[in-house]
């Protein structure tokens, strides 16, 4: 069974950048998309970005798009996502999120319950 893990995440002031980083352990991260979701306190998990294994296309919610720049390294089997100019409504648990059920046909997508397999998350923390 594969398994993704988060890294890169940590306190960051407003209007700075962070790079997270999603790696696959037992299977081939190229062959999947790839979704970026988010988790502020209080709030639902949100879709931020997604990243098609098709055709490589690349997906943003409003919320970050402009901003938020997703990508792969196929050398490394890695995700990332790039993330500049962050605000404070940016802090949340970042996850990453694979295996997209057979129905979305797309193959990208922002809706949580498209996804089966989730990393475990990383803190992203945007304060002064």
């Known amino acids: 069974q594969g398994q993704l893990v988060e890294s890169g995440g940590g306190l960051v002031q407003p209007g700075g950048s962070l790079r997270l980083s999603c790696a696959a352990s037992?299977?081939?991260?190229?062959?999947?998309?790839i979704g970026w979701f988010r988790r502020a306190p209080g709030k639902k998990r949100e879709g931020i970005s997604c990243?098609?294994?098709?055709?490589?296309?690349?997906h943003y919610a409003d919320s970050v798009k402009g901003r938020f720049t997703v990508s792969r390294d196929k050398t490394k089997n890695m995700v990332y996502l790039q993330m500049n100019s962050l605000k404070s409504e940016d802090t949340a648990v970042y996850y990453c999120?694979?295996?997209?059920?057979?129905?979305?046909?797309?193959?990208?997508?922002?809706?949580?319950?498209?996804?089966?397999?989730w990393g475990q998350g990383t803190q992203v923390t945007v304060s002064s």
């Open positions: 999120a694979t295996d997209l059920l057979p129905y979305v046909l797309d193959d990208w997508s922002l809706v949580e319950s498209d996804f089966r397999s």
């Open positions: 037992g299977f081939n991260l190229d062959w999947y998309a």
């Open positions: 990243i098609s294994s098709k055709d490589g296309s690349t």
